[in-house]
């Protein structure tokens, strides 16, 4: 009876938390377009600012690099680290952007996202009545597949008694 209570467990555990993964993967990419862009206006201030001095971005942080000052070579290091981190992230809103299907977003996300970002996308996400049905039975067979699993590892083992009976 209690096995039978698990498996029932295992199946609509499997099948909620499976359902929510294509609108976890919508909030991940609505907080991916938001880092993105605030990242980009930081990189557009510092290359107006280049502009400004008749300078390329990376030759206003060679500038910065070279100077005497420890605290404008910090700025040069941080210039450079946040170009780097909107090249990276352009590039992963570029393939989420052209995946089209929630299969794919999905895959997408959770192979090849930015890892503070998906752990912060995590840290918000609320659970929503919103129940996709190809994901949802894929997550009844992930449980009912765990919950076999977890039968297998956790079986209990058959003992003889002295009569020679088995008993469970």
Do not use: C
Request: hydrophobic content about 45%; overall charge positive.
């Amino acid at each position: 009876m209690i096995r039978h209570l698990f498996l029932i467990l295992f199946v609509i555990a499997g099948g909620i938390g499976a359902s929510q993964l294509p609108n976890f993967a919508r909030a991940y990419e609505q907080r991916l377009g938001g880092a993105l862009g605030e990242v980009q206006k930081l990189v557009d201030a510092f290359a107006t600012q280049a502009a400004a001095e008749g300078l390329t971005f990376n030759e206003l942080a060679e500038r910065h690099r070279q100077s005497s000052d420890s605290a404008v070579r910090g700025t040069a290091d941080r210039m450079l680290a946040l170009e780097t981190r909107r090249k990276s992230l352009a590039a992963e809103m570029t393939v989420l952007s052209a995946t089209t299907d929630s299969f794919g977003k999905v895959v997408t996300v959770a192979t090849g996202s930015d890892r503070e970002l998906l752990r912060d996308t995590l840290s918000t996400y609320e659970i929503t009545a919103t129940l996709d049905p190809m994901f949802g039975l894929g997550g009844v067979g992930f449980g009912w597949a765990l919950y076999g699993l977890l039968g297998l590892v956790f079986r209990r083992r058959k003992r003889a008694t002295p009569g020679g009976f088995v008993r469970r």
